[in-house]
């Protein structure tokens, strides 16, 4: 099966409906750039700019893409992805699914151009902060607004430092800068980092929304394409920078790139918004001066919800339900059932209610508690396991043996400190996911040899001493209460 130029009908029909599913400023990120190449024996080729764009489609989108494909075209069986980069050009005013090029293979060494002015460049590569385009870089979701975020004690204070940002005007020093919201996942963070980005962005700043991971691809490709230059320039050119899930941003180039882009809008009074799932002196493979930076901000941690906060998170997220299905029936006690089951994280209470009414929807069955005990089995009562920090082994062994902590980080070798600091050492392996060497950092900048020293000497001690196994036991039940 091929396609010509009637395929365009279909395609625009097939772009209409994503465009419809998944809300503007999704459809602009991820489909506006997308070309039909052809369809040839079943298999739907469509093109794209980068590398980066068609995994992320191959990942999220191809089975949407495919049914909605095979309701246009009968006998579509397939979808594949091309970079556009890739394909050898097609003659002007060649039609879709025309017959390939059979011309010579295209050189594929790299072709010497003229550059292009600055200002070029910058328009080319970050046209998408201009107040007249969609958010470009990663997509908001609809569903994330201050509107829909339910505020409780455990992230009233998160709540109210991202409305000052968001309610700021364009220059106005808002008092804090960066603003650091730190948590597990599922409590919240992303919410309110796209809720700021989508509230400023209806006020006329220039706003710029990006995963670290997406900031890395975005850097990375303008180093490839020669418009370093150009993204750094517009980057800076901005109103108010989010970067969500911090403690993915990798690499050396990329780091010291995005020191260089706090810096700069900072001290030009610009706003910067991060998200991680542990404050910044804890992102050990974080360049340092990055920490320190993210570190003389407002840090705020975003805590598990409490009982009450579950309840109105679950009574909300099924009065949205309802007005997709207006005659679901929820009690008050199934809401009780699952807010006092259900405790890890908003995201858990989510997935809760989308289960119950799933299992009303496709079977029929009544929400009740009994049903509820059945489709939420492995969901109750899962609770995050408490994140030990290093600050806390520290004060409770200084406390136990009567050392300052400035001793604990000092270079004394005395016994009544060698042995409190090796056993803190040895609680800070065996409690946290922290690295030796950052062990090491956080104990007076040792060597991280000196750390795997004292592991190994605790755990010796250990196993031939069983009064020294109560004690160290004592202290792991002083740090989990």
Known sequence: MSVGLSGHAEWD????????????????????RVDLESITDGAVHLSVPTRFLKNWLQNRYRDRLLALFQEEFEGARQIEFTVRSAI???????????EPYDGPTLDPRPVA???????VQREAVFAEVRTDDALYGSPLDPRYSFDTFVEGRSNSLALAAARRVAEARPGEAVGFNPLYLHAAVGLGKTHLLQAVARAAKEQGRRVLYLTAE???YRFVAALKSQSAIAFKD??????LLLIDDMQFLQGKQVQQEFCHTLNSLIDGARQVVVAGDRPPV?????????????????????HAPDLDLRRRI???????????YAALAVSDAVIDYVAENVTSSGRDLDGAVNRLVAHNQLTGEPISVEMAETALRDLLRVREAKRVKIEDIQRIVCKQYNVSKADLLSSRRTRTVVRPRQIAMYLSKTLTPRSLPEIGRRFGNRDHTTVLHAVRKIEDMIKTDRAFQDEVDGLKRQIDL
């Open 214 to 216: 997406h900031f890395m």
């Open 314 to 324: 679950v009574s909300g997220r099924i009065a949205a339900a309802r007005r997709s």
């Open 13 to 32: 029909r097939i772009k209409k409906r994503l465009r419809a599913e998944l809300g503007e400023d999704v459809f602009n990120s991820w489909f506006a």
């Open 113 to 119: 151009q003229a550059p292009q002015p600055l200002k």
């Open 234 to 239: 517009g980057l800076r050119g901005i109103d």
């Open 88 to 98: 050898r050009p097609r003659t002007p005013g060649a039609a879709v699914g025309a």
């Open 282 to 302: 804890e992102l050990e493979t974080l360049d340092e001066r990055v920490r320190s930076r993210l570190g003389g901000g407002l840090l705020i941690e975003l």
